[in-house]
Each structure stands twice: as structure tokens, then as C-alpha cells.
């Protein structure tokens, strides 16, 4: 049985206790994880503290701090394959996905290396003729990231790549429900030389671990991707160290489908959005909103291609789809299911687990229509598409904006002027047109409502990581007038 550990001040340690990390394709123990809990949350929080203030770190110039990026990016590049093959060992997502995207993550550091050293202050032409005053971006601090299992190492790149950027340092909470490749990511971080504390490598468990680190009084802000339920709390928690936050949620995104559009490009679309990754995705496109003159036409041609879908061994290249992450999400998905057939939803097809080990489930498909199936409201983050139909544009967009959700949208039409009104009327911080779940280091990524607030991505997301000082300088020689008048 592999054992992993955390990673604190530079230096590999297990945690108080340890724990098994289950395979979701057996459904057995493969790996012992150390447990963090306060005690090791403090030891990490006080050495991002320390490597902020005291260590060599703050007097690192940004194209020192970019340099070390690009050789983090480039050990991710060389270090892919191992990585991938950790993450679909430890989380169930198909090692088809995992090797590409991993391989693409390297390209998020490169991104932030180049970054580094163009985040600007500026001047400010300012309304007083014996001042100069000008603007500096500084870090915002100790940071700590919260990052859940699916996708974890394009999750935390996200976060850590700008963070570093910018100059912080920061303590990574890895999901208890996968922790490996975080865990194995941390020897990349050390190889690459980052000094002692900058990057904190942990895991353990919400009330012991997540809880202790997202109300520690020397966190400046929290980065957290997950769910609403949890984000309130990290929220809650935040106001005891008065920290910022950025919150990554999930999402119900609309997958509009206009008559006019391609069907079979817009099936292979809807295939990406909901069964790739088991539907273990925040912008999964759970909502097809189809038109109803091609309603029976498209679902023909996804119901073929849902049940041809291969369903094995996610280390196995071949494999398509692969098993939910834990067996409490495999339930979770059944039970919904269950509730939505109850409530009036028909069954396209799927809607059970094969038999045999694993949390597997079958990609399913839902016609929603006439029914209020609690499909179409609870996110099921699982490979469960929920089917409505529309008549008119306007209908269409009402469907799309019935969500308390608003990461993506997906819209397929051939109607430029159309979809030109949808982008602006969808209401989501994410509108792909005539194509589904495209990311790049570039282009931010983010939400709207219970999909939380902040980017991430993009210059935009390193801005986040800093704070504003305003400096004033007076430029004149002669006694400061009058005290007790306001300059």
C-alpha cells in the first residue's frame, strides 16, 4: 500500500493520524494518507507566515519568482504521466482525461511565470501640485486554498499560479477524497526549489483540518472551490480572521440547442459537458434546453451515443467513462435519480450501476418535461443530463436563467445575431457558443449566484492575489501649513 505525506515548511511529515484513500474502480484501500489536523495547520500557517515576512521570499524580485514558475511547469510537463496515473488511481477519472489535462496544466504555470514580472503599479495624476502619488500591487498574503478531488491539480494551478505570481504564500488543503497527486505535486514544489513555507502541502478532514485552517488569524484570504453547503461555511469561518475570499461553486448550467444548429457536432458537445469526466464537473451541462421541433431528433441521436459509451477501467486508455469518486456520490447520484423518476421525469436511458465493483454509474438521460423534477435544481455532479424543450427564443432564455446557478452556458445555433443576444442574456460568467467546456490559462473562469465570486485565470486572477498601498511623497521643501487643516 503506497504511503503519502503532507508537505509543511519544506520538509515531508505524516500527519497526527493517517487514513486509507479508497480506488473507486475496486472499491478497496490502495493508499495510506496523512491526517492534518490544527496542530499541523498551525505549523503550516506560521510557515507561509514566516516565509512571507522573514524567509528569502519577500525579497525575491518578480522575475526571480517567475523563474521558479517555469521550472515548476516544467517538471508538471515532465512529471505528467506519473501524475495522471495518481489521480486516476486515487479519484476514478479516466486516465484518457487526466493525461491530457495534466500535460495542459503545466502550461497554467507557464502562463503565471510570464505574469509575474508584468503586474503593475501606477502614477496618478493627482490634484495636488507639491505631491507625487502613485499606486503599488503588493501580495495579499497567506492564502489558503481549499481544492476538491475532481480535477485537483487544474483546480490548484489555478489557484497557485497566480498566488505565486503575485508573491504570496499558502497553505493547499487537498480533498481528503483524493489527495495523492497534490501530495506527489509537493515533491515538484520542493525539486523546483521554492523556498521553505512559500508552498504548504496538507490534507485531512473539514471539522479538524478545513475548519482550523479557513478561521487561522494569520490567513489574509481563502481560495476555495467546491460546494455552496461547504462554502458557507468557509465563509462563515472567515469572519473570524476577516479574510477575503474567492469561492468556486458548482453549477446547473443551461445547454441550449436551437433547430438550426449542427446535431451531431451539438450531441458530441453534450457528450463533453455532461458524461466526460462521469459528470464530475463544475460547468457540466446538465440542462439540455433543446428546441422542441428537433427535441425527439437530438435525443435519439444522444441516447445512441449514451449507450455506447464505454464504461471499465479508468486506467484504462480505452475507457470513456469511469466511476464516481466515492461511494456516497455513487448514492447520492442513485438517489436523485430515484427522486426525479418519482416526481414524473422519463427515463431516456441509463438510471442504474452496472453490476460489479466500483462506484460506477450509467450515463443517463432524464425528459423533464411537464414534470418538477428535482433533477433540474440539485446539482447532481454525476453523469445525469436533465432534458427540457422550448418554443421560443425568449422561452429558451427563460429556461436557461431558472437557476439559483451561474457558472457556464452552452448555446448551439447557427444564428450569429441570435447568439449574439443569448451571450448577453444568459446569465452566467461562463457562454460558450457552438462549443462546450473549452478553458484556457487566458481566458478567466468563474461565476455568478451560488457559483460563487472571483476569477480565476487570466491577469485578472494574479490581481486577485494582490492589495493596493497608496504612496504619497510631498515634493516640497518649504513647512507644512496650517495642522489643522486637511491636506
Known sequence: MQRFQCYINGEFTDGEVRFESIDPATGRAWAEMPEAREADVDRAVEAACKALHDGPWHKFSATQRGKLLYKLADLVAENAGKLAELETRDTGKIIRETSAQIAYVADYYRYYAGIADKIEGSYLPIDKPDMDVWLRREPIGVVAMVVPWNSQLFLSAVKIGPALAAGCTMVVKASEDGPAPLLEFARLVHEAGFPAGVVNIITGFGPSCGAALSRHPQVDHIAFTGGPETARHVVRNSAENLASTSLELGGKSPFIVFADADLESAANAQVAGIFAATGQSCVAGSRLIVERSVKDRFLRILKAKAEAIRIGSPL??????????????????????????????????????????????????????????????????????????????????????????????????????????????????????????????????????????GREGGLEAALDYTRTKTVWLRTSDDPIPDPFVMR
Not at 469518486?325 to 436523485?336: N, P
Request: glycine fraction near 12%; hydrophobic fraction near 40%.
Open 316 to 453: 484504462d486508455m480505452a475507457t470513456e467513462v469511469g466511476p464516481l469518486a466515492t461511494e456516497r456520490q455513487r448514492d447520492h447520484v442513485q438517489a436523485l435519480v430515484a427522486r426525479s423518476l418519482s416526481a414524473g421525469a422519463g427515463l431516456v436511458t441509463g438510471g442504474t450501476a452496472p453490476e460489479g465493483a466500483g462506484f460506477y454509474f450509467r450515463p443517463t438521460i432524464l425528459d423533464c418535461d411537464g414534470s418538477a423534477s428535482p433533477s433540474l435544481d440539485n446539482e447532481f455532479f454525476g453523469p445525469v443530463l436533465s432534458v427540457l424543450s422550448f418554443e421560443t427564443e425568449a422561452e429558451a432564455l427563460r429556461l436557461a436563467n431558472d437557476t439559483r446557478y451561474g457558472l457556464a452556458a452552452g448555446v448551439f445555433t447557427q444564428n450569429l445575431t441570435r447568439a449574439h443576444r443569448l451571450m448577453k442574456g444568459i446569465r452566467a460568467g461562463i457562454v460558450w457558443v457552438n462549443t462546450y467546456r473549452a478553458v484556457s490559462p487566458i481566458a478567466p473562469f468563474g461565476g455568478f449566484g451560488l457559483s460563487g465570486h
